[in-house]
């Protein structure tokens, strides 16, 4: 079974209409949708903005579900240049750019507690057959670094300093924290994003005015790729 995380019910609402539903239970005031889609046994869950809703949702996802990987689905922000709106970033390494433990003796700035690491590996199977369902659906993908953090980020010195300093293509909220649980105990992760806005001074507007197709086009992508992995 799949699990599948999205942070904004606009992220998910397309793939629980497409489900057949055989369960709803909610548990810590969210709803995990458990059936079948395209025609593969999943359950798909909300989990709201940010790294703690996101965090709480997976080991919640985990502990009560047997699911042998999850998905992160959505939208982010565009640092690289060569991303438009529309376009997809598929994770190959996770990272919490707001994730900083140096002043406090950590060996390196950035390196998560207990793991004790900066970089978290995504699945190489679900990033090169989600790659895959994307250029056959004829969409411009890049796979690479995603980073996350506690901020929408709508300022192009902020968004240069990500990129840079982390070497990240894209930026959102949730899918650093799902890895993190997910590296714990050992269950394969990715997040496939579209581009809504491009991170910079303008973003607000962007996001507001693209979140709705851009999350769609997640959701479709990710109905085919369920399609032809089953
Ligand atoms: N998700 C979509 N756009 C984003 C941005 N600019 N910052 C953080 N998360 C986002």
Redesign the pocket.
Known sequence: MIGIIGAMQVEVDKLIASMSVDNVSTIAGNKYYLGQLSGVKVVVVCCGIGKVNASMTASFLISNYQVSSIVNL????GLSQSLKVGDIVVSSKCVQYDYQTDLVNSPTAHNLDRLGLTYLDCDTNLVNSLQSTIVKLGYNCIVGIVAT?D????DKTI?NSIATEFGAIA???ESGAIAQVCRHVQIPFVTLRTI????DDN?EID?EQNMRITAERSCKIMQDWLNNNS
């Open positions: 959505g939208v982010a922000g953090g901020k929408f980020v709508a968004s930026v959102e909220m809504s806005d491009s991170a973003a996001f």
